[in-house]
């Protein structure tokens, strides 16, 4: 099958994976892996494959450091230690983080495979996001809750939010459970922000306001003031790994 599914880990991607292969659908299932997504949804990978697709003969694709290293992608390492090592940040603005480290790593990966077309999962209340690509969940009109029934149907929980840690697109909400969760994880958010404002010379912030530090935002956390948004805050959901 000339065709591929750029597998990201949450609800949209996990239900794509589950609506095609009901359908006998088969082919490779790629995840770019940055080196800083969510510990949840590794785990989740982890749970998903084990229970549900290796026993229907399948597996995920996973495209790391050592893929990146063969020259198919930016660079062998994390985009979190890459940051470090040049005192950046990803900018929401220009995104070089996604095409560096998972455009184009799928993209080389599927050229290499001789496959033309990959699966996009992309739920209908955001199809503003992928235009012109291939996205069966837009085609069906199925939309985000949509996707949590069909993870739902196999009996399998849903999958955290998927994304980077570090990722400037994040929500207010997000960040604070980062926060509680995995204080390591934001300390370090913090510390490419401190790196990054050091070498510019003027304040660097991963906050999509473009004003708050995530260290404005811990003193809130931490004093329990009001937050800066909570329009999307998401409610807590334990890592698959404890469930």
């Excluded at 996973?62 to 940040?89: I, P």
């Amino acid at each position: 099958m000339n065709e591929l599914i750029s597998f990201g880990g949450g609800v949209n991607s996990v239900a794509l994976v589950i609506l095609l292969v009901r359908e006998d659908w088969r082919g490779p299932i790629v995840f770019a892996d940055t080196g800083c997504e969510w510990p949840d949804t590794y785990c989740y990978m982890q749970m998903f494959e084990a229970v549900w697709l290796k026993p229907r003969g399948m597996e995920i694709v996973r495209l790391g450091g050592e893929y990146r290293a063969q020259g198919h992608g930016r660079d062998r390492r994390s985009l979190v230690d890459y940051c470090t090592d040049y005192a950046c940040t990803p900018f929401a603005g220009t995104r070089w983080c996604t095409q560096g480290w998972k455009t184009d790593v799928i993209n080389h990966w599927a050229a290499v495979a001789g496959i033309e077309t990959q699966i996009i999962g992309i739920a209908a209340d955001e199809a503003h996001r992928q235009k012109g690509r291939n996205c069966p969940l837009i085609e069906r009109g199925i939309d985000r809750a949509g996707c949590a029934n069909i993870i739902m149907a196999e009996s399998l929980p849903v999958p955290h939010k998927s994304g980077c840690y570090i990722c400037p697109f994040q929500r207010v909400g997000q960040w604070q459970e980062l926060w509680q969760r995995y204080p390591d994880l934001y300390a370090r958010a913090e510390d490419l922000e401190r790196l990054a404002s050091a070498r510019r010379g003027k304040k660097t912030v991963l906050l999509a306001d473009g004003v708050h530090t995530l260290a404005d935002m811990r003193h809130k956390f931490e004093a329990q003031l009001p937050l800066f948004d909570t329009a999307d805050y998401e409610s807590y959901r334990p890592c698959i790994c404890t469930l």
